[in-house]
């Protein structure tokens, strides 16, 4: 069982840098493929990016591609979403998730077994 507690969400202008954070509870950490999801208002959940287990392999959405970088530190249990150049459109509650299955395809939400409570993150124009 791990438990996930994002942190770093909050208000930003359109350029701006966020940095979120997922903190995760339980021994077995660094065994989860890491995933960012985001939800903004009246729309589905999306994937964002994603992570292995051992960081060796990274996926992002098109939407954020050159713009937000994903890492993870296993020695704090702690995964990491840089967000530069952010834009009104990535408005949005930002979720981290874990899986174990180990998928080539990292973007499908049903495919992870934890998820965190989510962070807003609201960017003004």
């Known amino acids: 069982q791990v438990q996930l507690v994002e942190s770093g969400g909050g208000l930003a202008q359109a350029g701006d840098s966020l940095r979120l954070s997922c903190a995760a509870s339980g021994r077995t950490f660094s065994s989860y493929d890491m995933g960012w999801f985001r939800q903004a208002p009246g729309k589905e959940r999306e994937f964002v990016a994603a992570i292995s287990w051992s960081g060796s392999n990274t996926d992002y959405a098109d939407s954020v591609k050159g713009r937000f970088t994903i890492s993870r530190d296993n020695a704090k249990n702690t995964v990491y979403l840089q967000m530069n150049n952010l834009k009104p459109e990535d408005t949005a509650v930002y979720y981290c998730?874990?899986?174990?299955?180990?998928?080539?395809?990292?973007?499908?939400?049903?495919?992870?077994?934890?998820w965190g409570q989510g962070t807003q993150v609201t960017v003004s124009s």
């Open positions: 998730a874990g899986r174990t299955n180990y998928y080539t395809d990292y973007g499908k939400a049903a495919d992870y077994d934890y």
